[in-house]
């Protein structure tokens, strides 16, 4: 093979499903020979892994392509790859669009990177953008983290919310065979790690799309009996899922999460709006009232547990009355944590071409409170770990101080402590809280558990 003594860069945008398809393409480069490279500019081969969400993540990847694109006018060895949605999104556009890239290919072509590329180094300009089944990946992902991993459990979404990209992106939902994903999570507890977030933009769809179905007639494959499955894969310390849809959150999950002690009391569950006309608009299936009451039913199983979500202000026709409906929801609920966007039309979805858009001025107002008020809220939230004894599972140094080191609570709260990374990397740490900001903690480190947490 003509790839020895290369070097590669991966620049990842986007959700965690991109990050987790990125440390597989990244395995399959080493895999093939390449050597990472941290400076791009020394590198023979950047792949970029895009994402188009909103448009602001779609222009940040043009101005990086354009850089690179002239760079290779210089260095014609140099081979460009943009992954991932925008790919998918743009293909054959792409390449003429910038004419130096050598492979376009779409989320569902990651484990097919080697391929692509022997494709590339025989001559060829590539684009892989037509949709296929995903087949199990068998190279071993160069994972980010020695202590935390991804791993996937379906691919796709089938929802149709009217704003949203994803679906025309990522394809029809795929699930992995309960097998595969415990094998690999069988792995990650040989290989050391400590904590694994099961990946799904849709995860309580998971196992629709498998064959079998229980005497009661519900599938035989969900989201509950898989975690049911995998939860005593030995050195798996913990367990944490995303990404829930109100629509399909059950109560057999909550209770199941209640019951598992390696599942994390940690619930990331969008709601988008607090407004049922809006919701209705986004054609996202379930009402404010029923998102307020899966979040009743979460805290009266789990008192603590830790909320989180995601919000969309300034849909096309949103009212300011329907817009404080979502800030009242915000201020009932009390979130830890909230990610807040501006509503962004996309290309070929519904709500992009109404003709009830609103401006640029009020979707930044709304923005802009909605989000004070998150952080409000989220610092009251923040008040009610002070003094208690936490959980910390160590993943790193504190960048901004070398004496500190950092993990997080099983509620997901970044947590600062004075300690030895060298020491502790990787183990579950008792911590109690002496300071505390809308969103990360300061303590003192009171013991090193070595069992399982209760
Ligand atoms: N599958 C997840 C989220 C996928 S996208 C879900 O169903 O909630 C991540 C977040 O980006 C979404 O939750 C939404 O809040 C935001 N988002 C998606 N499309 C958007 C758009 N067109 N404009 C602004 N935000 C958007
Ligand atoms: Fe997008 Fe809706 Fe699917 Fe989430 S559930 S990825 S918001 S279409
Ligand atoms: Fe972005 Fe694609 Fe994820 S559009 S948010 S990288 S699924």
Redesign the pocket.
């Known amino acids: 093979m003509t790839t020895f003594n290369r070097r590669y860069h991966i620049t990842t945008f986007g959700?965690q499903m991109n990050k987790a398809d990125s440390e597989r393409m990244a395995g399959i480069l080493e895999n093939m020979g390449f050597e990472w490279s941290e400076d791009p500019n020394d590198a023979d081969l950047i792949l970029y892994n895009t994402c188009t969400?909103?448009d602001n993540a779609e222009q940040k990847v043009y101005s990086y392509l354009g850089r690179q694109a002239k760079r290779k006018h210089e260095q014609p060895n140099l081979t460009l790859v943009v992954a991932g949605c925008v790919a998918q999104q743009e293909g054959e556009t792409l390449l003429r669009r910038v004419p130096e890239l050598d492979l376009v290919m779409g989320p569902q072509h990651a484990n097919r990177l080697q391929d692509l590329l022997e494709q590339v180094f025989d001559g060829n300009q590539v684009v892989a953008t037509e949709p296929i089944h995903i087949v199990e990946d068998i190279t071993k992902p160069r994972r980010d983290s020695s202590v935390t991993a991804w791993v996937n459990v379906i691919y796709g979404?089938n929802e149709r919310?009217t704003?949203?990209v994803?679906p025309n992106v990522r394809g029809i939902e795929q699930s992995r065979t309960p097998e595969a994903i415990r094998a690999e999570m069988e792995k990650l507890g040989q290989l050391g790690y400590q904590e694994v977030t099961l990946l799904g933009?849709?995860i309580d769809a998971y196992g629709r799309d498998l064959p079998g179905v229980t005497p009661e007639g519900r599938h035989q494959h969900t989201l509950t009996d898989l975690l049911y499955y995998v939860h005593d894969v030995p050195g798996i310390e913990r367990i944490r899922f995303a990404?829930s849809?109100p629509r399909y959150f059950t109560e057999r999950l909550i209770r199941a999460c209640a019951e598992l002690p390696k599942v994390c009391e940690h619930f990331h569950i969008?709601f988008?709006s607090g407004d049922n006309e809006v919701l209705k608009r986004m054609a996202r299936g379930y009402t404010q009232e029923k998102y307020r009451r899966i979040i009743d039913t979460i805290r009266r199983y789990m008192p603590d547990a830790s909320i989180s979500a995601?919000?969309?202000v300034g849909f096309p026709g949103e009212t300011e009355a329907q817009f404080e409906n979502t800030l009242r929801l915000v201020e009932d609920i009390g979130f830890d944590h909230l990610?807040t966007?501006?509503?962004?039309p996309?290309p070929s979805t519904p709500a992009s071409v109404w003709e009830n858009q609103l401006s640029e001025e009020i979707k930044s107002d709304r923005l802009q409170r909605l989000n004070h008020l998150v952080a409000t809220k989220a610092a009251q939230r923040s008040q009610r770990y002070l003094g208690r004894i936490e959980e910390v599972l160590v993943e790193d140094q504190n960048p901004k101080n070398p004496n500190q080191i950092m993990g997080r609570t099983r509620g997901n709260r970044l947590t600062f402590f004075n300690g030895n990374i060298a020491e502790l990397k990787g183990q579950l740490v008792k911590v109690k809280i002496t300071e505390v900001r809308a969103f990360s903690l300061t303590g003192e480190p009171v013991g090193i558990q070595q069992l399982i947490p209760v």
């Open positions: 959700c969400i909103r979404c919310c704003y949203c994803v933009q849709n990404t849809h969008p988008q995601d919000a969309i990610n966007a501006a509503y962004s996309r």
